[in-house]
């Protein structure tokens, strides 16, 4: 009987909450597809009478060049991210296997660019863009972006090759591969598991990031799309349905990366929490 | 292709340039600006004209800017109610989905927020907290006639709506960390506290919760982490208003830096900023490192 309480108990706290945080997805999404006078003339909760969703993501595009910033941001991600995954298996594979004397301290050394929060090195890196004209660049973005992500993929990466078998690597090593073929033939193939923890992760912390968009970017075609987006608030009225389809168009794809590839995403967070 | 080892030196070459370009990298835009930025902090600066070196008074002005000691406030109310929150709700949630049918459902329910951006969250959250049009007032106003709340201009009532989206956002982090960590507990001791007679209640605070430890160290070391950068979500819904009221230190220092151009003030808070993150995250830091020397 008391067992059969709690789990009733259960339930009811864990449907509450569901239905909190499910209100505003439903509403975000309500309020996307209603027209600017719908919005305003209508109650929260009626549905509207014409579909407003298309003709908002128009007005963004046309006001706000939201596309413009979707490109940059598509950019920023997938080349950060790539080039961070690139850097960051070479040095692993050097730090595991080519043993370099130092190899542990240069280990530490990259690391401990994680450890600090964004704040403590974006007044210089936003000076010396500015002295060497970074500032305002894709490349400028990019190679921020890069760096960032470099120590959480190199962790991953010198976590990982320490498990990959040597017997793999004597074979090759007897047909003269070198370090170089090596990587690019064994390691970097091996890894397919960690790779997609590091591009899932990093591709879509760098979608999300506002701060170095707002500090790094001033010109519309250079600005991340979050940055377009926090620009957007604070209109209220009639404005609102227009952001509420540029945020499900910006979420849309975080959102489905999750969907298709929940199992990285969850064990990169149990790695990135419990390891980082 | 060549067969047979290479000569050893240009492997040792090779092993340095393999780790060069991360280490430029990093080196170059994160651990430098580092050191510059302590120093920095030393100075009065508005970015433009000659720094002027003021010692620690940037530090000491600390203590007699009323903004200032807001946004500390601020910051720790912060730190406390993610702790209350997202951390102990997640933790409850965890324990309650387990064993529950349809907990894969809710599980991704709880997770989605984590996957779109601080941006989006607190767009979707001014818009419920908005004082017209607003969903929340809606809800409350077919309770209470002509109900209309101002969540986001008035103090403290704009914090507690921003922490709501906060928490919404946040709550998967640690739902997530504690389900990994349930899962890795073995049965054995759970079961023979249950034979011997222990209740749901003793079993989970005398068994479960004391093996959960490792994850929970992790989860509140993360948590307060995340809590004490807050930023995006106060400059998107209030940008730290009205007159300053709603501010975090990581908003002070970027309305400091950058509004203002008091750089060598904002300096010295983000230093502040980095000894408390760096605090909090001392004894996590230990830990990893004696991980790291069984590792070798």
Redesign the interface.
């Given at each position: 009987m008391r067992q059969a309480l709690a789990r009733i108990l259960t339930y009811l706290v864990i449907a509450a909450l569901a239905i909190l945080w499910l209100v505003p997805v439903l509403s975000t999404i309500l309020v996307a597809l209603k027209t600017p006078h719908d919005f305003v003339s209508q109650k929260f909760y009626e549905l509207p009478p014409t579909f407003g969703l298309l003709g908002n993501l128009r007005n963004a595009m046309a006001q706000y060049g939201i596309q413009d910033h979707i490109v940059s941001s598509l950019i920023y991600s997938s080349v950060g991210a790539v080039v961070a995954i690139l850097c960051a298996s070479m040095a692993g594979y050097s730090i595991v296997r080519l043993k370099p004397r130092f190899n542990f301290a240069l280990f530490l050394l990259i690391y401990s660019g994680t450890i600090f929060p964004f704040q403590m090195y974006l007044i210089p890196v936003y000076k010396l863009y500015n002295s060497v004209g970074l500032y305002d660049t894709r490349l400028g973005m990019i190679l921020v972006y890069s760096a960032i992500c470099i120590p959480f993929a190199l962790f991953v990466y010198r976590g990982f090759y320490t498990t990959i078998p040597r017997e793999t690597e004597e074979a090759a090593k007897l047909d003269g591969c070198g370090p170089l073929r090596m990587l690019f033939r064994i390691f970097i193939p091996n890894s397919k598991a960690p790779t997609a923890v590091v591009a899932l992760f990093q591709a879509t912390w760098i979608w999300n990031d506002l701060l170095f968009g707002m500090v790094l970017t001033r010109k519309e075609s250079i600005r991340p799309v979050m940055v377009a987006v926090a620009s957007m608030m604070g209109f209220g009225g009639s404005s609102v349905p227009m952001l509420m389809a540029v945020v499900l168009a910006i979420s849309i794809p975080t959102i489905a990366l999750f969907v298709f590839l929940r199992r990285y995403f969850i064990s990169g967070m149990v790695m990135a929490k419990v390891d980082q | 292709?060549?067969?047979?080892?290479?000569p050893r030196n240009q492997?040792?070459i090779?092993?340095?340039l393999?780790?060069l370009?991360?280490?430029l990298?990093?080196?170059?835009?994160?651990?430098?600006?580092?050191a510059?930025?302590l120093w920095?902090s030393f100075f009065k600066w508005d970015?433009i004209s000659k720094a002027i070196f003021v010692g620690l008074r940037n530090y000491v002005a600390f203590f007699s800017d009323s903004n200032f000691i807001r946004s500390f406030v601020n910051t720790l109310f912060w730190v406390v109610a993610t702790l209350a929150f997202p951390v102990i709700g997640g933790l409850v949630?965890a324990i309650?989905?387990r064993g529950?049918r349809l907990a894969d459902l809710?599980k991704?329910?709880?997770?989605?927020?984590l996957?779109?951006?601080?941006?989006?969250t607190?767009?979707?959250?001014?818009?419920?907290f908005?004082r017209?049009?607003?969903?929340l007032n809606?809800?409350l106003g077919l309770f209470i006639k002509g109900f209309k709340l101002s969540w986001l201009t008035s103090v403290p009532l704009n914090t507690i709506a921003m922490l709501f989206a906060w928490v919404?956002q946040q709550l998967g982090?640690s739902m997530?960390?504690f389900l990994?960590g349930l899962s890795t507990i073995p049965r054995d001791p759970v079961e023979a506290s249950i034979i011997d007679g222990a209740n749901?209640w003793q079993t989970f605070v005398h068994v479960t919760f004391p093996m959960l430890r490792?994850?929970t160290t992790?989860?509140i070391t993360?948590a307060m982490v995340n809590s004490?950068?807050t930023?995006?979500i106060i400059?998107?819904?209030t940008?730290g208003g009205p007159y300053r009221s709603s501010e975090t230190l990581?908003v002070t220092?970027?309305r400091e830096?950058?509004t203002m151009f008091n750089?060598g003030y904002?300096?010295a808070?983000?230093?502040l900023?980095?000894i408390l993150?760096?605090l909090v995250?001392v004894f996590y830091?230990k830990n990893?490192w004696k991980?790291d020397l069984l590792?070798?």
């Open positions: - | 292709m060549r067969a047979g080892p290479r492997n040792l090779l092993s340095y393999f780790i370009p991360a280490l990298l990093v080196a170059g835009l994160l651990l430098v600006p580092m510059q930025n920095y970015g949630v309650f989905l529950l809710f991704s329910l709880f997770f989605i927020p996957t779109i951006s601080f941006v989006a607190g767009a979707i959250w001014a818009n419920m908005s017209d049009l607003g969903v809606g809800i919404w982090t997530v960390l990994a749901r490792p994850v992790v989860v993360m004490f950068k930023f995006d400059y998107v819904m940008r990581a220092m970027f830096t950058f750089m904002g300096a808070i983000s230093v900023l980095s993150v760096i995250s830091i990893m991980k590792y070798y």
